[in-house]
Structure formats: C-alpha cells, structure tokens
C-alpha cells in the first residue's frame, strides 16, 4: 500500500496529469490513423521524454499506450480498416453496425467497453504485480538469463508466420545490440570505427527508424490514409455516449470475462492484442445464446473485442516491471526509456522504483477512465483524421523523427542511423521478417549477456551451474517447449501419416 500510495502522488501532481491528459490526446490521433500503432506513437515521442522526469516519461507513454487501444476502433468501425492490430476483432461487427447506420452507436459502445476493460485490466495488474515481483526478486544471474533466452524464443515463436524468419529477424537484434564495447573487457565490437557506438547502442534513432520512417515509406505509397468514402455520422457524441453505456453495461459477464482474457494474455510476451482479441470474440461467440448473430453486427463482438484489447496494456506490464521482458512492442520501447534514464530494467524496477512502477498502473488506470470523457469531446476530430493525406502527414511526421533523433545527442550520426535501421526496416518487412523480435533482441540482448557472463564467472566454467536450480529447471523446459514444440508436432504427424 505504501507503494501505491507514492505512485498516486506522483500521478497526482500538475506535471504529471497534464502529461496524462496529453498522452490521451496523443493515443487517440496516434490509433485513428491507419497503419498507425502505439508502438509507433511511442517511438517518436521517445525522444521527447528524455528530458523529463522518469515517472513522467512513463506517465505520458502508458497514456498513449491506453489510449491507442480504443482509438483504433474508429476507422475500424467506420472503413473497415482498424487502426490498430487489436481493432482488426472490433471490425467483424463494428463496422457491420457502421454500414447499418450505427456507427456513432458502436463507437459509443467500444468507448466504454475500452474503458471498463482498461480498469478491470488495471485493478488485476495492481493486485497481483507486488507477489510477482516477490517471486522475480530470487532470480539470480543465471534465471536471469534463461529469461532472457526465453522472452527471445517466445516471442520469435509467436510473432510471424515463419519460426525460422522470427530467429534470423532476433538474431540481427542480437548482433547490433552487441555494437558496442564489451562489458568484461571493454574492447569495442563491430563499432566500425565509430567512437559513437562505443558506449552503448543509440535505441532511439533505430527505434525511431524501425517503426516510424518504416511506417511512412509504405503510407507515403497511398494517396490518403483510406481508399473508401467516409460514413457520415450525425456528430450527436453524448446521446452516443449514453446510449452506448446503456448498451455495453448489459454485458456484465463479456466485460469480465474479455478483460481477464487480455490481462492473463498480455501477461505473456509475444501473444499481442490481435491473438487475444480474436481468442475473446470466439470465446464470446461460443458462450452466446446467438452465436450466429456474430459477425453481422452486434453489441457482444465489440465489447469482447475492445474490453480484451485494452485490458492487455495493464496485462503487458506484468513481464515489463517484474523481469526486464517487454510484453509488446510498445513497453520494449518504455523499457529503453528506462535504459535512458539509466535504470536497468529487471527485477529490481519494483524495488527502487516501485513508486514510479505504481504510477505507470495507475496511469493505465486513470487513461482508461478518461476514454469517456475525452473519447467524447475528440470523436468528430479523431474521425476528420482518418481523412488526411499521405502527403501532408509523412513530411510532418518525418520531420518529427529527424528532430527527436538529433536532440538525443544532438548529433547527425543518430539521424544518419534513423535512416539506415529505417531501410533495414523496409527491406525486413518487405520479406516478411517479423520487426518485433529485432527490436526486443536490442532490449533482452544486453540483458541475457550481462547475467551470463556474471554467472559464467560464479559458476568458474562449471557449465552445470546453470541447471542448479528447480527455477532453471522449469525455464530450461519451457525454453525448449518453445523452440522445438512445433518442429516435434510435425514430426509425429509425418510419422502417424506414414503408418497408416
């Protein structure tokens, strides 16, 4: 309690709320807009959090990350195109309702479903995130490490539809997370003669680069963000909003049920927002008494979509605080903030920054609650963005970026890196490799070498050191469940199908 006592005084102080409420403001344009994610909001906003206080920064992404999670609902309901991964649910009967003339309807609808789902996600988080911890805390360099190798195999496992393309895309992570001097010796690698790679790998311009310059190469190919008419909508927000309160409260058990959902699988890093949700809708689906209603416009399909898809932003601090491994895309870039802020991020975050780990869940917390509100005054804005060009939009947001990487170190070798990691980028989606795993290999590299070598030298090149304990033990087992699940899956099916 006295931890989330000091998170609520950092929360609640003038600074911190305006940066809340700007946050809000910035998730909402940043999930309208098509193509758009939080992790690409985040990431250009990176560099404008380095000046500010560490619980700031984090205030204000938590608050685009909560945010986003609605906002991608809108062109979802209205164009059929969600603004978000998660959204892509909403779509299978927002945007039915939308084509009926119930769009502001189902925008109400999804408004308060992210909201309840966003507190319920919250409320989990903040009760079960100090046990968790607890358990962390008797994780030594070795477990450490095999958490670090299993955040790695987990995720390339599950993002993409390639095992082999998710561990060549973390491999490359691995080796540019490696782009600097080594930790035991203190020689340089792969520094290219370089001196600005010798200290440490610059996150924010490959960041910067992999998800936003990416991002703007594949919209600067479109004449407008979307390609269909807009449906008009009659702009009457609060009997929107009403109605959709009234219409989503008669879902009680929806509500709850999707918010566990996401919250137990945004726990687990890799799955993301489009698996869950889809697994909430189907689960919805299943427990209806008009499963053949689904998919042609309903209440029940958004707010299983939307109570689950903001639930998971709470579910993904669990993994980020606890052990140092990034549930989404976007807390892998609120974990370089903390690299940033020279706090290393692992099981002691809720040891000596357990007041500003508490205000990042509370921030989630009140973010969702200003859904309403705010999703109310912004609606009409938020719709007119889905409407602007490629053309005015890339040059501002390009600007952006190159700004935000040269006021890191004030140095064009960060611009000149944003653009070469923002080709890698292009080139890598282009041939279906996974941008994920690369970006959190960056994070877990560092992480998985520190810890070995600090074992390696307890263990003195005893190599059995590393199975001593039952908590190795089980990591070992789900490391490799992990990696050889699949492979072992085809193996047997190969077999049965050859002996009949």
Not at 103 to 117: E, F, H, K, T, Y
Not at 197 to 203: E, H, I, N, R
Not at 245 to 271: H, M, N, Q
């Amino acid at each position: 309690m006295d931890n989330i006592v000091s998170g609520f005084l950092l929360l609640f102080t003038f600074k911190s709320l305006l940066f809340l409420v700007l946050g809000v403001v910035v998730g909402f344009v940043v999930g309208a807009l098509p193509g758009f994610s939080s992790s690409n909001g985040v990431a250009v906003m990176l560099p404008l959090t380095l000046g500010m206080e560490l619980h700031t920064a984090l205030i204000f992404m938590a608050a685009i990350y909560a945010a986003a999670q609605f906002a991608g609902a809108i062109p979802a309901i209205l164009i059929n195109a969600p603004g978000t991964m998660g959204a892509a649910a909403t779509a299978l009967d927002g945007y039915p309702m939308g084509q009926r003339g119930e769009g502001g309807l189902a925008i109400g609808i999804a408004r308060m479903a992210s909201a309840c789902g966003g507190v319920i996600g919250a409320i989990i988080v903040l009760l079960v995130i100090t046990p968790m911890s607890a358990l962390a805390l008797k994780f030594g360099s070795v477990e450490m490490f095999l958490v670090a190798i299993f955040g790695l195999t987990l995720i390339t496992t599950v993002i993409g539809d390639s095992v082999r393309k998710g561990l060549i895309s973390a491999g490359m992570g691995l080796l540019i997370a490696a782009m600097s001097a080594d930790p035991f010796y203190g020689q340089g690698r792969f520094t290219m003669g370089f001196i600005n790679l010798y200290d440490k790998v610059p996150f924010v311009p490959i960041l910067i680069g992999i998800f936003a310059i990416t991002e703007m190469y594949f919209l600067s190919k479109k004449t407008n963000l979307i390609d269909k008419v807009m449906i008009k909508l009659d702009n009457n927000t609060l009997r929107d909003l009403i109605e959709g309160i009234k219409e989503t409260l008669k879902y009680p058990k929806v509500i709850f049920r999707s918010a566990i959902i996401g919250t137990v699988i945004g726990a687990i890093p890799g799955t993301g927002t489009a698996i869950s949700n889809f697994i909430s809708y189907g689960i919805a689906k299943r427990s209806s008494n008009r499963k053949e209603m689904f998919g042609t416009g309903i209440p029940e399909g958004v707010i299983a979509s939307e109570a689950c898809d903001s639930s998971v932003a709470s579910g993904t601090m669990i993994p980020a605080l606890t052990l140092g491994i990034p549930g989404s895309a976007t807390t892998a870039i609120m974990l370089a903030a903390l690299y940033l802020h020279g706090v290393r991020p692992g099981p002691q975050v809720m040891v000596n920054q357990a007041a500003e780990a508490y205000a990042v869940l509370l921030a989630i917390l009140f973010a969702s609650i200003l859904v309403l509100p705010l999703g109310t005054l912004l609606a009409s804005p938020l719709i007119a963005l889905t409407r602007i060009s490629t053309s005015i939009l890339v040059p501002i947001v390009l600007l952006l970026c190159a700004v935000g990487a040269f006021a890191v170190a004030n140095s064009m070798f960060d611009v000149m890196l944003m653009f070469i990691f923002g080709i890698i980028g292009i080139i890598m989606r282009i041939n279906g490799y996974p941008v994920v795993p690369f970006v959190l290999a960056l994070i877990l590299g560092p992480i998985a070498e520190a810890n070995f070598i600090r074992a390696y030298m307890l263990s003195q090149g005893e190599w059995t050191y590393f199975f001593t304990t039952q908590i190795s033990w089980i990591l070992w087992a789900i490391i490799f469940f992990g990696l050889f699940s699949n492979p072992i899956k085809i193996a047997f099916r190969k077999m049965r199908q050859q002996g009949n």
